[in-house]
């Protein structure tokens, strides 16, 4: 994303876990080296002298927000340089001075920071918990999908072991249940929704993604897989994370717990360390109690992505284009043509027989305006490639029409996005301007509805791009055609200004 070869942000990290580094913590071979213990969290930090400078030492291999902030500090420094070291000699001692430069930031002041941060979260959530134990109940459940992507939640896992070894008890991981339940019930809503519109890739994504989370309480799968790829995802997990919190809190204070010392607990606890899964349950004290959050979390979550859905009109495009392209594999294996049915749908009949539907082999601009490659659009999803081979259109006129002829399978209420598929079975996406979604529709006129017959230069939506400019937003808009890997070649034409109407891709079947 910052445009840095990540080959040299892994081996800055790389040099802070190698054996000679992590060495330093040794104070036998190391006399110079002092260690602390936090007894909050029951950790121990190392000191080191280092050129008479001290630095703190950590084992940065269960981190994740260290690197992420040795990224940021990266990208200034790699961009910088590159700028001022002639190219001739880049490939040298761009990344020899970054090695040096970042690796030494990131030894004396990213990592220990990162680290703090993560410490001092503990300790806050500790006081949280003996203060104001209701509210503690809620916040974990909300924190927890923000905690676990940054590789923040690993300080509470050791103040989780403490507890049991100081109290006999631990308080932290009942309300985290409630959070991985509701990360696995909104994997099971993307699995519901993948079976109904038969996406072979997602359903096998959130199948394995489901099964490590209820067998194996082990949430990344479900993260990293899905929910981080898919923003909306977040947005309905999180309402599953407020009522799993909200039921834990209300129950676990009507219903105290007497812990091993007879003191007396509002909320659920348990005295082993375990991961929270289905196997998992039977770990905890006021089981009951906890086995009706977590399936409130589950239930809620999964509802709301089913109902809701969790993609973009752009997403879903693309998930219908993967099943038709998986139709058409599992048809052509029996020895069938899978867009043999649609053609004679599409095909309008004649009073003498059938007519074939005219083969598209041009699609014209949406706009009138300058065309540039998509790799010059400013957005990295469509630069990809993983919405098809397509233009950038930067617009001049504010009138966005029809590229083809065709049936309007997709029509976004915000008016940003429009899919059209044409009798012969290329499809169409045109996304008006970058992350307009965001707009709700304000300076959009939409002219058109889903399953409406379109032809070339009908008006989809005329758009006041000064809107768009005055919230912050791109007017560059995009076209692609989705089913590129289902032709023989789409070949745009770029670098030229252009009339709505005019050729901009070629298509070859």
Not at 34 to 41: G, S
Not at 125 to 143: G, K
Not at 249 to 272: D, E, K, M, Y
Not at 427 to 452: P, R, S, W, Y
């Amino acid at each position: 994303k910052l445009k840095v070869d990540p080959w040299l942000g892994g081996a800055i990290m790389g040099m802070l876990m190698t054996p000679q580094f992590t060495s330093l913590m040794d104070t036998k071979t190391f006399p110079d080296t002092t260690c602390v213990t936090n007894a909050a969290l029951g950790t121990t930090s190392c000191t080191a002298k280092i050129f008479g400078l001290p630095m703190l030492l950590s084992d940065y291999s269960g981190n994740v927000f260290v690197p992420l902030l040795m990224a940021a500090v990266l990208a200034v420094v790699y961009h910088g340089l590159k700028k001022i070291i002639p190219e001739s000699v880049q490939l040298v001692f761009v990344p020899f001075f970054c090695m040096i430069i970042v690796g030494a930031l990131t030894a004396f002041l990213i990592g220990p920071l990162g680290v703090w941060a993560g410490n001092e979260l503990g300790i806050g959530l500790s006081w949280m918990n003996t203060h104001a134990p209701f509210v503690f109940a809620i916040i974990i459940p909300l924190l927890y999908p923000f905690l676990v992507p940054l590789g923040l939640h690993w300080p509470l896992n050791a103040l989780m072991i403490m507890n049991i070894n100081t109290l006999g008890y631990d308080f932290i991981q009942g309300p985290m249940g409630t959070w991985n339940f509701a990360c696995f019930g909104a994997t099971a809503g993307v699995l519901f929704l993948s079976m109904r519109d038969k996406d072979p890739v997602m359903r096998q994504t959130s199948l394995g993604a489901l099964a490590a989370g209820l067998l194996g309480g082990v949430s990344e799968p479900s993260l990293y897989g899905i929910h981080l790829r898919y923003k909306m995802v977040y947005k309905r997990m999180l309402v599953g994370c407020a009522t799993g919190g909200v039921v834990i809190a209300i129950l676990g204070w009507l219903f105290p717990s007497t812990v091993a010392s007879g003191q007396v607990v509002h909320g659920v606890t348990t005295t082993a360390f375990a991961f929270t899964s289905l196997l998992t349950i039977p770990v905890f004290n006021q089981m009951w109690v906890y086995g009706v959050s977590i399936a409130a979390s589950f239930i809620v979550s999964f509802l709301m992505v089913a109902m809701f859905d969790y993609r973009t009109p752009e997403q879903k495009a693309e998930a219908k284009q993967r099943a038709a392209d998986y139709a058409a594999e599992k048809a052509a294996a029996k020895g069938k043509s899978a867009d043999a049915p649609a053609a004679v749908e599409a095909a309008p009949a004649a009073e003498t027989g059938t007519k074939t539907a005219v083969e598209t082999t041009t699609v014209g601009s949406p706009l009138s305006g300058h065309i540039v490659s998509l790799d010059e659009s400013g957005d990295p999803v469509f630069a990809s490639r993983a919405l098809g081979e397509g233009v950038a259109i930067q617009p001049t006129d504010s009138t966005v029409v029809a590229p083809v002829s065709g049936v309007l399978s997709t029509v976004a209420e915000t008016g940003h996005a429009f899919g059209i598929k044409t009798d012969d079975g290329v499809e169409v996406l045109v996304h008006v301007g970058i992350d307009t979604v965001k707009m709700n529709g304000e300076g959009f006129a939409v002219a058109v509805k889903t399953n409406q017959r379109v032809s070339a230069g009908d008006t989809l939506v005329t758009v006041d791009f000064d809107k768009v400019k005055e919230a912050g937003y791109s007017t560059t808009t995009l076209m692609t055609v989705t089913n590129t890997m289902a032709l023989a070649s789409v070949t745009p034409r770029t670098d030229i200004d252009v009339k709505a109407g005019d050729a901009v891709l070629d298509i070859q079947h």
